[in-house]
């Protein structure tokens, strides 16, 4: 999926003396470039003093663009840099474990890119280790913090489709170069972790509660990862959801969500409508045309790392635990294991 992003004016950091996170961010990938570290930049309540990258010459170009101080040529030279209190890392998925426990060690917070670990596994031990250091963990899913998901999450819960039965959720793009780092298998790669992740997040915070058993149907590329990944997902009560993940087909962002009274469709755009203006249609149950709600446009990416920066600095209780994703990775682990079998699979809780 393309990351470019819409222009957007630079505004000014505040300068009413207000206490700010110090933020330090290991390495850079295409997502802390164009997104996070813009956000960090923008963002009201923290500062980022410090970039690593494997280049000590990419580190200092980067860190000149966006007139941060310091510049590192190796991870662990910023987790020693008593001045940073927080990480954001946006590694390969292989690496959130190792560098996620490495900076907790070093006493900071963690923002970490999703899926938060390769395996539920690893996702437990980065919850324990963050929880007996007393720091914060939280994955960095964007999406959640958005006023149309909040406004879409907040219908839901007031009964406004009735009970929700069924979320459909699609997130697939054409990916042009089957050598990158998401088509490695020791690099985490696959739809279901890069992409699907994101399906299974929605109907779960949808639906505020776990998936019991899935099933999945998956293609392979030749070097083992899933290309396409198409998941079923059973909860409590009956409710279902249907979760496509793929790199090999046309862009689709969308997810549904069907109530005994109504629904929510998004068409296009589900999970990053950047800055512009984000629309939803609202139907009740013999309305075919229903309702369109515009939300003004924000960006996500600002409002979840100031979000973040609040919980560290203690205004705010984070609103996104490492338990709760590591109820995502124990789906994700489950919805890996149906599409390899062939046959429905319990997920663990």
Not at 18 to 24: E, H, I, K, Y
Not at 76 to 104: K, M, S
Not at 251 to 276: C, M, N, R, S
Not at 325 to 339: K, V
């Amino acid at each position: 999926m393309s990351r470019d992003r819409p222009q957007m004016e630079r505004v000014a950091a505040p300068t009413d003396g207000a206490r700010r996170l110090r933020w330090g961010v290991l390495g850079s990938a295409q997502i802390a470039r164009v997104c996070v570290l813009p956000a960090l930049t923008r963002s009201r309540n923290g500062k980022v003093l410090a970039l690593a990258s494997r280049s000590l010459e990419r580190a200092q170009a980067l860190a000149q663009e966006h007139a941060i101080p310091m510049a590192y040529g190796r991870y662990d030279e910023l987790l020693q840099d008593p001045a940073v209190e927080a990480v954001y890392i946006p590694l390969p998925n292989h690496l959130h474990r190792e560098w996620t426990l490495r900076a907790i060690r070093a006493g900071k917070h963690v923002l970490c890119e999703k899926p938060l670990a390769l395996n539920a596994k690893e996702a437990q031990e980065m919850l324990e280790a963050a929880r007996n250091a007393g720091v914060l963990l939280m994955e960095a899913f964007m999406y959640r913090f958005h006023p149309r998901s909040r406004r879409i999450k907040a219908l839901v819960d007031q009964g406004a489709i009735g009970d929700p039965r069924l979320i459909r959720v699609a997130f697939c793009f054409r990916h042009p170069d089957p050598t990158a780092i998401r088509f490695q298998p020791e690099m985490g790669g696959g739809a279901l972790l890069d992409v699907g992740c994101y399906g299974v997040s929605v109907a779960r915070w949808i639906l505020g509660t776990e998936p019991e058993v899935v099933q999945a149907g998956a293609e392979y590329s030749p070097s083992g990862v899933d290309v396409t990944t198409v998941g079923l997902l059973r909860f409590p009560e009956g409710r279902l959801a249907v979760v496509e993940a793929s790199f090999v087909t046309a862009l689709q962002q969308t997810y549904t969500i069907v109530g005994t009274d109504g629904a929510i469709e998004l068409p296009h755009d589900a999970f990053v409508p950047w800055e512009k203006d984000a629309t939803f249609h609202l139907r009740g149950t013999d309305d075919e045309q229903g309702k369109l709600e515009t939300i003004p446009g924000a960006d996500e990416y600002q409002l979840m790392v100031e979000h973040f920066s609040d919980a560290a600095l203690g205004r705010v209780r984070l609103e996104f635990s490492p338990e709760e994703s590591l109820g995502n990775m124990r789906a994700l682990d489950a919805l890996a294991r149906a599409a390899r079998a062939g046959s429905p699979v319990a997920v663990a809780h």
